[in-house]
Every structure is written in structure tokens, then in C-alpha cells.
């Protein structure tokens, strides 16, 4: 008995140590984040900014001291474009050192960074390219360097762009579920996923010409940097060379030599006339994010909105890994832009394919309430569609990259109709006291009936009709012209200029400018909302910490089983009108 307690005891101080050791360790990194957030590296002269392209990239990073412990750091579009432009500025960069691997964007975002990748080049600067594992994301970008190598054993891709929309409607019936759609317009395809079994035609249509318009794009820039003709581009993306061997590559002069990793050092020093084995002064994205501030009292608020638009923050999931607009948050922070003096106008920068019907009608109202004492911009980034459309038709202005996905003008619900598994599949009984007809409406053990089913399609068409108001207001049409281009069809940027929806082609910089001179200033600070959360704040709200976290690791472990069972999901916790996009597309190949 007493060798029993002395294990028992030894075993709890065993315990009580591993958990106290943890702690510090725990405490350690979180000191580490916190120097390392604070602390960027000496930028001294002779440097070169390396652009680590590996991964997928979002709009604006959010702060994560989970991943941040486990060494991932995020990459966002806002901050490689900073780092570039200020890399363009400052005389001790030379050169630009791209690591092009397995890296995905938004057309938007890739064109944007080519651009300010182009300024840099104008400069006078230098860009060499080097991978191991090239998506054709990443070698877009890498076009423009001055030289282009492969690893001898590499990859680089170049197949052109597609990709295929997994339908669960036969998967749900397979457990007695069954989804029935309410929508409008025959373009307004994102029920189709769960209430067919192939791609309708006016699907297939929409897509395929946002498809083409970017892989001509993407061709005609490589063909223009690379001075390859467009039709050799797209004959080697017909013949998979990609698959070829990579002295092939070297032959078409995609790329312009084959060495490994370690033989990069030596290409690099040359760039800066140094010798090969002298060190190189390299600059990470991070120690180039502090933006140009005069002391100027006049600000431009740049207020990035990205994600699912929600009433609220959603229940704790790990399916909740990307970002939200959450209605009430939204609509408070436009109260306090329009309540800060300094603030005088805003750009609302939207990369949104939409979501809760009721929570854009409220963002929408709170952007009029703003535009009545400053003036609004927005930049349309990746997507602005559907409910991204809506909140953006509050605009006194609005700018679209030539590739943002908009439009999408209609609104949408769907039913979940359970009855068959639960009475035929489980066996279960159903019964039923009410004091009027419609009572029991959405009860489980059978469908809506037919009166309640029409109530209810009356009632999204009335969230159409109000959406279609809201459109005419904005871009000051008539009902009848926002119907011809409505009925919930996808368009670029390019083509939403032509017919109206958009004022102007540009980029995130356009739009200030434009917001400039609408509030008639000549000299302004540009800051950035909503504000980063500090690493107290993240701690506080743990469970979104935790919540992204977990949904990166379970993407990682169900490969492409986790979008049929996200799907599933989403049917299940989405309100009930939705004025969404039936896709997120991200150049990824």
C-alpha cells in the first residue's frame, strides 16, 4: 500500500512539473512573439527583399499567436504589396528575390502584385526567380523577373485553368436529406451544388468567360514578359509540358536555366556585384510593413471588409477557418468612421462573394448613413458579388480590378428537408397540435406544404426586388436596366464597367485617390481598419484563435473529403436567405 501512494504521489508531482515546464515554455514563446512582432531587422545597403510564394494568400493577414507557435505565418496580399512599393523606395533594395513554389491567390490579387512587381522593375531594380515546385500562380508573377531557374528536378505548371464543382444531392439523399432551393434568376447557381448533379448551362456560360478572360490575361502578360507568342503558351499548356523534361522548359524559354538551391547564392551576389561566397543581405516582407506618415490630422480610412457575410460571429466550429463580416461589427465600425473627425473619407475595400441577405441590407443602410457626412470609395478586390455587390452599390464610387469577380445580383434560400430520414431511414413518429393552419411551419417530420413553400418564394422574391432597389439607387438606374443585368449573373471587372456596375478600373490606390478628391484633400495619411488585434486581445477571444487553427490542421488531414463534409455543414448553419456566390476560386495550379 505504501509503494501504491508513493507511485500515486510521484506521479502527480510528475504531472504538476510537466505542466508548470510547459507553462514557461508557453510563456518563453509568447515573449518571442510579442519581440518578434515588435522587432524587424536593419535594412542595410546593398539588400534584397525575398518574396517567399508558398502557400495560399489572403486578403489581409489576421494575427494568430496559435499559428505563430507552431511557426506558420501568414500571407497576405496587403502585405507583400507593401512590402514591394516600399521596397521600390528605398535605395538599399537592389533586387527582389523570388522563391516561387506551390502558391495560390485571387486573379485580383496576382495582377495587383504584378503591377507593383512592374513599378519596381521601372526603378531600375532587378528580380531573379527560382523554384522548386511552381504553380502557375507563381510563375505568372515570376514572368517579369530578369531570370527565371528551375530546380533540375523541378515542377512548373502550366496547364491552363479549370477545375470541377463537387454535387452532394445524390450524398445527402443517401442519408434522407433532401435540399429544395428558392431562388431568382437563372444565373443565381449556388443552390445548384446541392440540388443537382451537373453544372446548368447558365452556369457553365458565366463561368467559363471569367475563366477565359483571366487565362488570357495571364497568357498575354507571360507572352509579352517572356517574348514567347501566345499561341506557343497555350500550345504547351495543351500538350502538358509540365510534365516534359525541364530542359524542354528551357527550350521554350519559359525559363531560363536549371540549378539547384544551393547554386542560387552565387546568381544573387552577382545581381549585387559581390562575390559569391560574401553574405547577402536579405529583407523579409515583415521588416517592410511600416507605412509613410507625415503628421497630417486628415486621414483616408481604408476599411477591409473579406469574407462570408454573417448577422453575427457564428457558433465556435472547426469549419469556421476563413474570415467573417459580421453585420453588427461592420455596422458599428461605419458609425465610428462617420463619428471621427480626423476621418475624411472612407474606401471600403471589398473581397466578398456575399452571404446573409438581412445582414447586407443592414451594412448597406449603415454605408448611406456614412455617405452622408464623408465619401465613400470602394475597391473591389478578388470578389465583390452578390451580398458583396449589395454593400458596395452603397458607394459614391466604386473601382474593379479588370479580373474581380462582381455582380451576382439575386438572392437565394434553402430548404433542408430531413422527413425522409427521419421517418423511413430512423423509424420515427410524428404528431402534431397547432392553433392556426401554419403553426408548424419548418416541422420535421414533413416538408413545407405547398402554400407555405409559395409563402416563402413570395418572401425571397421580395429580398430580390428590394436588392434590385437598392442597385437602381446606387448606380442611378432604372429598375428595368438593373433587370436585363440581374437575375443573379457573374461578371468581371471589366465587363461590370461596360454595363455600369462599376465606375472605374483600377486598383486599391485608384480608389484613394479618387476618395482624395472627392473630399477635396491634397495632403492625407491613409490608415488601415479594422484595426489588427493585439496578442492580449487574441488571447481574450480564444475560441476564433482556436478555431482557425483547427480548421487549417483538418484541411490538411481530409484532403478532398473536407469540402463535401464542409458543404454539408454550411446547409445546415447558413441563414435561410442568402445572397451569395456559388464558388471561391483561387489560382492555385
Request: glycine share 8%; net charge negative; with cysteine.
Amino acid at each position: 500500500m505504501k509503494d501504491f501512494f508513493k507511485h500515486v504521489f510521484a506521479t502527480m508531482v510528475g504531472l504538476f512539473l510537466f505542466g508548470f515546464v510547459m507553462t514557461i515554455l508557453a510563456f518563453i514563446s509568447l515573449v518571442g512573439i510579442i519581440a518578434g512582432s515588435e522587432n524587424t531587422n536593419d535594412i542595410t545597403d546593398n539588400s534584397v527583399l525575398v518574396l517567399n510564394l508558398d502557400g495560399i494568400m489572403s486578403e489581409r493577414t489576421e494575427d494568430n499567436f496559435l499559428n505563430k507557435l507552431n511557426g506558420v505565418d501568414g500571407m497576405s496580399f496587403e502585405a507583400y504589396q507593401r512590402a514591394i512599393r516600399n521596397a521600390t523606395d528605398n535605395d538599399k533594395i537592389k533586387g527582389i528575390f523570388i522563391q516561387a513554389n506551390s502558391f495560390g491567390a485571387e486573379m485580383a490579387h496576382l495582377e495587383e502584385l504584378r503591377q507593383s512587381l512592374s513599378e519596381f522593375k521601372k526603378a531600375g531594380k532587378w528580380i531573379i526567380a527560382y523554384g522548386e515546385e511552381m504553380s502557375q500562380a507563381s510563375y505568372y508573377l515570376s514572368s517579369l523577373a530578369d531570370k527565371i531557374y528551375l530546380n533540375p528536378a523541378g515542377e512548373l505548371s502550366w496547364a491552363g485553368l479549370g477545375g470541377e464543382t463537387k454535387y452532394v444531392k445524390h450524398t445527402l439523399a443517401k442519408i434522407g436529406i433532401r435540399a429544395v432551393p428558392v431562388k431568382v434568376g437563372k444565373y443565381k447557381s449556388a443552390v445548384e451544388i446541392f440540388t443537382e448533379d451537373k453544372m446548368s448551362d447558365a452556369n457553365r456560360e458565366q463561368t467559363e468567360r471569367y475563366l477565359n478572360g483571366w487565362w488570357n490575361k495571364i497568357v498575354t502578360d507571360v507572352a509579352a514578359s517572356r517574348k514567347i507568342s501566345k499561341d506557343s503558351l497555350n500550345a504547351y499548356a495543351d500538350r502538358l509540358i509540365s510534365l516534359e523534361d525541364q530542359q524542354q522548359l528551357v527550350k521554350a524559354r519559359m525559363i531560363d536555366g536549371l540549378i539547384y538551391n544551393d547554386q542560387t547564392k552565387a546568381v544573387v551576389a552577382k545581381m549585387l556585384g559581390q562575390d559569391k561566397d560574401d553574405d547577402i543581405n536579405q529583407v523579409a516582407v515583415s521588416d517592410l510593413q511600416e507605412e509613410a506618415t507625415d503628421g497630417l490630422s486628415d486621414q483616408i480610412a481604408v476599411y477591409t471588409a473579406v469574407g462570408d457575410i454573417v448577422d453575427s460571429s457564428s457558433p465556435q466550429s472547426v469549419f469556421r477557418g476563413g474570415s467573417q463580416i459580421v453585420g453588427k461589427d461592420f455596422c458599428k465600425d461605419m458609425q465610428a468612421l462617420a463619428d471621427d473627425k480626423n476621418v475624411k473619407a472612407v474606401v471600403l475595400r471589398v473581397n466578398s462573394g456575399g452571404g446573409s441577405a438581412y445582414a447586407s441590407e443592414q451594412m448597406w443602410h449603415q454605408i448611406m448613413e456614412l455617405k452622408k457626412k464623408k465619401p465613400v470609395v470602394v475597391s473591389m478586390s478578388g470578389a465583390a458579388a452578390s451580398g458583396g455587390y449589395y454593400i458596395s452599390s452603397a458607394a459614391n464610387y466604386i473601382v474593379a480590378d479588370a479580373n474581380t469577380i462582381t455582380g451576382s445580383i439575386g438572392i437565394f434560400g434553402i430548404l433542408g428537408d430531413r422527413s425522409k430520414l427521419y421517418t423511413q431511414l430512423l423509424g420515427m413518429k410524428f404528431d402534431e397540435v397547432k392553433t392556426n393552419r401554419n403553426s408548424v411551419i419548418g416541422a420535421q417530420g414533413h416538408f413545407f406544404s405547398d402554400e407555405q413553400f409559395n409563402l416563402i418564394q413570395r418572401s425571397v422574391e421580395r429580398g430580390y426586388l428590394l436588392f434590385k432597389k437598392r442597385v437602381a439607387g446606387g448606380r442611378r438606374m432604372t429598375m428595368e436596366q438593373v433587370e436585363a443585368i440581374a437575375q443573379g449573373h457573374v461578371y468581371l471587372g471589366s465587363d461590370a464597367l461596360r454595363i455600369h456596375l462599376v465606375d472605374a478600373l483600377g486598383n486599391l490606390d485608384t480608389a484613394v485617390r479618387k476618395a482624395a478628391q472627392l473630399a477635396k484633400l491634397d495632403d492625407y495619411n491613409v490608415k488601415r481598419y479594422p484595426e489588427e488585434k493585439s496578442l492580449l486581445d487574441q488571447l481574450l477571444d480564444m475560441d476564433d484563435s482556436m478555431d482557425s487553427y483547427l480548421n487549417g490542421k483538418l484541411r490538411l488531414l481530409m484532403g478532398d473529403m473536407y469540402e463535401p463534409l464542409k458543404m454539408k455543414h454550411d446547409l445546415e448553419t447558413m441563414d435561410r436567405v442568402q445572397a451569395r456566390l456559388p464558388f471561391s476560386i483561387s489560382l492555385v495550379k
